[in-house]
């Protein structure tokens, strides 16, 4: 077995980023500013509302562009603050962070670069260096953050990680002992008593530690559950072999007994009869001794929710620059062209140049489905979270959605987006007469009339947010919400009584709305903004100093 005692010896020799001691030993490794950080303040007022971002990578192998592209995500998404999470605060960053040997680039999407890896299909290690380095401008240090992947390893010759790791300087290690071997410093126990499979979940430490601010980078990839993004991305937080929720109905996990739920079966089957009932999409299809079945679907979801609803998470994030079809290695590609009914061929990447993200992960995943081309009412899992009180959204054209641009946020239709077809093996309609290729697309209409879920994020009445930061230099953002679709205006006047700029001016949708104002070029003092909606005029006061 490849145990820690040989990791850290092997790591030594190879020059790999990693601490001797479990971290949490190290008294020194806490800062001792007062200073705090935490999301824009538009991102944490609209805990349901998800967001993207679009980049701009031309190359899949231009590292640069990639690490570029996570340093202006981050860097106007997290912000300091004058109160929130403490700078003293350990960050877990979880990334899919996956590699096989014998998995082969898409060679179409990735014409013309040079030096390509093949094997690696998780999310892109340069992409998460950028946003490390971002992070760490707010005053956090190098030795403050932890990637962790219980499926990380370092048996392949994937060096994207490791070496990210390095130049970061954070701390990568593979913790990939069961639990009873693992060193039990490196767990966090979490109690689960109103888990459906669960009673106790082990965490790679500091995942789930108290101090701490968890950071969920998920890719856009298809596999044998859909799309595997946020919800599904938090799995590998979890020790050997409590994380493996892709068992059968009914097969067994190898877990103490005492950490399970002894009605689990029971409880899962009377659920999974509810919503075959129901007409959940899929969940006819049978099948106790597989997971890609209704009722293998609900075993591993009910294992999946388990898990989110005891992990509380900062920000759940897509790195979506390049999508990836198939299932792992596997997938619709051979030298022929696409092959959807090949089960052997491989899988590609897509440049798709997106960064999904908001505070909800389902939210985001019931985005992320649609833009690879798979209609979320389809998603048996979307249905199990709303039961479970983790979603209250089936419908992706009801969540708040916005287009992040240089820190603002724009309310815009799903349409504004393009989606790429990533095709997947989840749950074939091969069954009951029914023929459907091998990778497929989850994409029939779904009637979400019935289920959807009367959406309660539309404000009552018009509200006028105080600038944030306050005082500012040089940038500040205005926050508004209205009731009703009609024309708006946001205007700024100097202390004089002259206007200034106008920030907003046209019509605008019902929900909440944020403008940026830039003052290059003007001076220090009192600035006045005066909002105009509806027949309805507030004024408040800001204060700019240089």
């Not at 950028?130 to 010759?157: C, H, P, Y």
């Not at 060193?183 to 108290?210: H, M, Q, S």
Request: charged share 20%.
């Amino acid at each position: 077995m490849f145990n820690r005692r040989n990791f850290l010896k092997s790591a030594a020799i190879t020059g790999g980023a990693v601490a001797a001691t479990p971290i949490h030993a190290l008294a020194s490794r806490q800062q001792t500013s007062a200073g705090f950080f935490g999301l824009h303040q538009f991102i944490e007022n609209n805990p349901e509302a998800v967001f993207i971002m679009r980049t701009d990578v031309n190359d899949y192998m231009n590292g640069g562009e990639k690490t570029t592209a996570g340093l202006e995500f981050a860097r106007s998404v997290f912000v300091p603050k004058s109160e929130g999470v403490p700078l003293t605060h350990l960050i877990p960053i979880k990334p899919n962070a996956r590699f096989e040997n014998g998995w082969k680039v898409n060679t179409v999407a990735h014409k013309g670069s040079t030096n390509q890896v093949q094997g690696y299909k998780g999310t892109d290690a340069f992409f998460v260096e950028g946003v490390i380095e971002a992070m760490k401008e707010l005053g956090l240090s190098a030795d403050q953050f932890f990637l962790r992947e219980v499926n990380l390893t370092w048996g392949t010759k994937s060096d994207d990680y490791p070496e990210m790791a390095e130049r970061t300087g954070v701390e990568l290690r593979a913790m990939i002992d069961k639990v009873g071997l693992i060193d039990e410093n490196d767990l966090v126990w979490v109690d689960t008593p109103d888990g459906v499979w669960y009673r106790k979940i082990p965490y790679l430490w500091p995942v789930n530690a108290t101090d701490t601010f968890l950071v969920n980078i998920a890719k856009m990839k298809s596999h044998s559950m859909g799309l595997t993004l946020s919800a599904k991305n938090l799995q590998g937080c979890i020790a050997h072999n409590y994380q493996a929720h892709c068992t059968a109905y009914t097969g067994s996990m190898d877990m103490h007994w005492s950490h399970m739920n002894p009605e689990a079966k029971k409880v899962i089957y009377e659920n999974y009869l509810r919503h075959k009932a129901e007409g959940v999409p899929r969940w006819d299809k049978a099948g106790d001794n597989t997971w890609n079945s209704g009722i293998g679907m609900e075993t591993w979801g009910s294992r999946c929710l388990d898990n989110n609803a005891a992990t509380p998470c900062g920000l759940h994030i897509i790195e979506s620059i390049y999508g990836v079809d198939g299932h792992f290695y596997n997938g619709p590609h051979t030298e022929n062209g696409l092959e959807v009914n090949n089960s052997k061929g491989v899988s590609w990447e897509y440049p798709m140049d997106y960064v999904i993200f908001g505070q909800n992960a389902f939210n985001c995943d019931i985005i992320g489905h649609w833009l690879g081309g798979h209609e979320a009412g389809n998603v048996g899992l979307f249905h199990m979270a709303i039961d479970r009180g983790l979603s209250t959204y089936l419908n992706p054209r009801d969540i708040p959605l916005y287009e992040w641009k240089d820190g603002q946020a724009v309310q815009v239709n799903l349409e504004s987006f393009e989606q790429t077809d990533l095709l997947t093996y989840s749950m074939q309609r091969d069954y009951k007469g029914q023929t459907e290729d091998y990778w497929h697309l989850m994409n029939e209409p779904y009637d979400y009339a019935p289920v959807s879920v009367e959406d309660n994020d539309t404000p009552k009445a018009m509200v006028l947010h105080q600038n944030r930061p306050n005082p500012f230099n040089p940038n500040t953002s205005i926050e508004f919400s209205i009731p009703k679709a009609g024309n708006t205006r946001l205007e700024v006047y100097n202390a004089s009584g002259q206007l200034m700029e106008v920030l907003a001016d046209g019509w605008y949708g019902a929900g909440s709305h944020m403008v940026n104002w830039n003052t290059s070029g003007r001076s220090s003092g009192v600035y006045f903004y005066r909002f105009r909606h509806g027949g309805l005029t507030e004024t408040k006061k800001m204060t700019l100093l240089k």
